[in-house]
């Protein structure tokens, strides 16, 4: 399999940069979100969740911000690294059960 | 674990003819779910299952398409006829009751000529 999108947004940033990719969602009703990251060749991978209960998160070297109040994500990658090149997706959990619906992705690239 | 397991990785077939394709989720897991993957539409939720049964077939895209669980350790995904606006990258995933995050396998590739 591969990653296909060669119309996607694309962030091109330098190594050791911080990037920063943003997503807007649907369904006001979705309570959980999820950040994928799909190398080519490979299926998206989980990175990062966060819950409408919360306004931030933070794991190694990610932070993903949630704005409810314009239905917004962030996903902030510190200091950036060439392995970080890849598609980036945000995911929307809906209410109620486990349908997992996937925004159009951001291709990020990694300058050495 | 070996994660979840698809096949084939690639297929190459003529308008016309069947395909299927195969999922192993993760042992324990008891949702499984069929994306497809384009260019045009991304990742699309095709089905997905719960304890092996159907729970929302919704984004089947039509009558040529059909998906079974006969038990927990497999899934087939079948196209008949195949188009060739079929084509793309079929992922599987799968997870357990209680979290959100989906494991995916590595997809199958489909080109109908």
């Known amino acids: 399999g591969e990653s296909v999108g060669l119309h996607l947004p694309t962030l091109s940033v330098q190594e050791g940069d911080n990037s920063i990719i943003n997503c807007a969602y649907s369904n006001s009703a979705s309570d959980y979100f999820i950040w994928y990251k799909q190398e080519s060749g490979k299926g998206p991978q989980f990175i990062i969740d966060i819950r409408s209960n919360m306004d931030k998160r933070q794991g190694q070297r990610v932070t993903v911000l949630l704005n409810k109040t314009v239905k917004h994500l962030s996903l902030q990658i510190a200091a950036t690294q060439p392995g970080d090149s890849a598609v980036y997706f945000c995911?929307?959990?809906?209410?109620?059960?486990?349908?997992?619906?996937f925004g159009a992705g951001t291709r990020l690239f990694v300058k050495a | 674990d070996a994660g979840v397991i698809q096949s084939p990785r690639h297929e190459v077939t003529e308008m016309g003819q069947e395909v299927t394709l195969r999922c192993k989720p993760i042992s324990g897991h008891d949702y499984l779910f069929w994306y497809r993957q384009t260019m045009m539409r991304g990742l699309e939720l095709l089905i997905y299952f719960n304890n092996n049964v159907p729970i929302d077939d919704s984004g089947m895209p039509e009558d040529r398409f059909s998906a079974k669980m006969p038990n927990a350790s497999f899934s087939t995904l079948k196209i008949q006829p195949s188009e060739p606006r079929d084509s793309a990258v079929y992922f599987c995933?799968?997870?357990?009751?209680?979290?959100?995050?989906?494991?995916f396998g590595e997809g199958s590739r489909l080109t109908v000529l």
């Open positions: 995911a929307e959990i809906h209410t109620g059960g486990f349908k997992t619906i």
């Open positions: 995933a799968s997870n357990s009751a209680g979290t959100g995050e989906l494991f």
